[in-house]
């Protein structure tokens, strides 16, 4: 099975991560700079990317999550995983990246390719190569996937993407939300979409009406180094 996407958190009101001064400090500076305020923040939280041998214990994190959550047995892994870890290094978070540069897991749901519906939907040409899938969503309470959110829009606006295309539940589309975020709504994701001898091994995940969701990169990070939240 291809690249999972997202856990069914339903998140309470409550203080929510940002975009702001502590997550600057976790990546290097690069030309791309946006003036950030600073904000009340858990400076607890670290990005990490897993290579090599490194990479099990992402991949087994994403495993335990998505069979607790949906029954899911998860058999690929996206080529780039990353985990958020707290202060003492537990890992209560984890996510994967695939470039535009390939064929994306999530264009099974699609009609045309995805370069061409993000274009229709921006108004204007988007380049493959600026756009970047994120899948493999996981964590262990809703608090870790809000940073997680944060951390990556930081990550990927560093990195120079322009827009970030995922497949979400209701409650990871209810964690952007909390965020003050609004990505596109494409597509419901239809598991008829998928080869027949995959579809098993989602188990309940297509219970969570999953759709098929894409996000403004530059808007999204400057909107949380606003420090701009939903009410």
């Known amino acids: ?73 998860v058999n690929a892994f996206m080529p780039r995983l990353f985990t958020v870890q707290h202060a003492d290094g537990t890992v209560c978070g984890a996510f994967g990246l695939r470039s535009g540069r390939s064929r994306l897991f999530l264009e099974q749901y699609l009609d045309e390719p995805i370069e061409v519906v993000l274009s229709r939907a921006a108004g204007r040409p988007v380049r493959r190569d600026s756009i970047v899938e994120v899948g493999h969503f996981s964590g262990t309470f809703p608090g870790a996937l809000r940073a997680m959110i944060a951390l990556l829009t930081e990550r990927l606006y560093h990195e120079g993407f322009d827009w970030v295309v995922f497949t979400g539940t209701v409650g990871l589309r209810n964690a952007f939300g909390r965020l003050g975020l609004a990505p596109i709504d494409i597509c419901a994701a239809d598991a008829e979409r998928l080869p027949a001898d995959q579809r098993a091994a989602w188990g309940r995940y297509y219970a969570h009406a999953p759709h098929v969701l894409a996000g403004n990169i530059h808007q999204g990070f400057r909107h949380m180094a606003a420090g701009t939240e939903a009410a």
């Open 1 to 73: 099975m291809s690249s999972l996407p997202a856990l069914p958190l339903l998140l309470p009101p409550g203080p929510l991560p940002s975009a702001a001064a502590a997550l600057m400090r976790l990546l290097r500076p690069t030309r791309r700079r946006v003036r950030a305020r600073p904000a009340a923040i858990p400076a607890s939280y670290t990005l990490h990317e897993h290579r090599g041998a490194r990479r099990v214990d992402a991949e087994r994190f994403i495993g335990d999550c998505f069979m607790d959550s949906f029954g899911s047995r």
